[in-house]
């Protein structure tokens, strides 16, 4: 199994990345409808791809929750 989150999108590509900041590039058709940038995918070993939406929503609310405590006023 392989955890991957989209970074952007690049023409036909999706280019994700994996914690180790190792990119991929998986085209647009091979993936769910629907995704976007910054949703966390998981690969099976059968190499289907699904949007893990609970870590998805972790880590946009961990990525918030930075930025209201880097720009908060002091």
């Not at 976007?36 to 289907?48: A, C, F, Y």
């Amino acid at each position: 199994m392989k955890i991957l989150s989209i970074d952007r999108f690049e023409n036909k590509y999706a280019i994700c990345m994996d914690d180790n900041m190792s990119a991929f590039a998986i085209t647009v058709e091979e993936l769910p409808k629907d995704v976007k940038s910054g949703d966390v995918l998981v690969i099976d070993n059968e190499g289907n791809i699904k949007i893990d939406v609970v870590e998805t929503e972790m880590r946009k609310k961990r990525i918030a929750e930075k930025k209201n405590r880097l720009f908060s006023k002091k």
